[in-house]
């Protein structure tokens, strides 16, 4: 799950990272008044889910409120389109308003989990601003890393060995120090999967501040992180996703190929994605429908697979544990009664019941294209949809 700026810009200032004085509006009479109460000299920001807004226009620096009330309502109720977005982009329903800060250096911090190492690890670099992706490319001894024991905690000198390579001046040291350690401290207790600060700045008074900032949280933290649910915007999500998690089905991706895939269990999924590759496809979506014996949980996930655009053709491929393939079979006639399927099913069976399973799908007339290998079943999808990307 992510948070907008502005929340994450709140749970920043609370765990004692600076950043700078501001305030979120939805209208832009209301940014027209938080410019008038930081002063008139403000930066207009938009609030989606997205990073790469500096260069897409989401970002406007302007010198007055009547100023910064034009800005919002070029912004507010528009869809903003950036290099992370896709060509549909996200809606824009808030901005954030906030003292123009004058700019002296642009740093970079983040967290994240080091997947290999298995714990967090913080990085920092001189070179933080728009091009930081680039910097990782090219030049990524410009990047300083330092895997955190979680058990430990970013102890003090683990915060001032980052600070330290930053060249700040000696005044700065200590509240860089205070920042690193504090965004640290939120990440862990927040259960955050990252948390990035792109740019800190250093400003020209000597102040060191957050102009941006992200947080994206563990999705299977949520059960312990009620307030940090309740900052959720399923405007920003993706329809499908939000629909399919909303039926109970937690395991449904959105993906760019052509091929609607519904099978279960993640490892099954992961196999699915490569051998439809291989194929010379691309998944569209996964649908892992998990250990469920009830057909209806089959119709709604055939439901959700169908009402994707992108998808040309359905792969149902399940292997059944304790997953019964009859039951997938049933759903599967009953979906096709309930709803028209607009593109051609491959279906693949195995284990549990299969005999049933097949029988039924036989015997209910119904143009399906079987397979009986993982592979088979792959190329056959692949084929269906019209060897389409
Ligand atoms: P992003 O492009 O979505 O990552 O948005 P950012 O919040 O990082 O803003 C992009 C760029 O806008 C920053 O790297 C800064 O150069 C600039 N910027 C952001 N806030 C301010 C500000 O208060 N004053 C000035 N002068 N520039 C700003
Ligand atoms: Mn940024």
New binding site residues.
Partial sequence: MKAH?YQAKQLMAEYGVPV?KGGVAKTPAEAKKAAADLGGK??V?AQVH???????G??K?VDSPDEAEKAAAGMLGKKLV?HQTGPEGVPISAVLV??????DR?LYLGIVIDGVAGVPVIMASEA???DIEEVARTTPDKILKVNVDPALGARGYIARELAYGLNLSKEQIRPATEAIANLYKLFQAKDCSLAEI??L?VTKDGRVLA??A?LNFDDNAMYRQKAVEALRDTSQEDALEVEAKAKGIENYIKLDGSVGCLVNGAGLAMAVLDLLKQAGGNAANFLDIGTINDPERVVQAIEIINSDPDVKAILINIFGGMARTDVIAEGLVEAHKRMTIKSPVVVRLAGTNVEKGDEILAQSGLNLIRAHSFKEAAEKAVQAAGNSK
Avoid: L, Q, S
């Fill in positions: 700026e700078p403000v930066v920001k997205a990073g790469g807004r500096g260069k897409a989401g970002i620096v950036t906030e003292e123009a800060i004058e700019i642009e933080g601003g728009m792109n740019p700045v102009a941006d992200k």
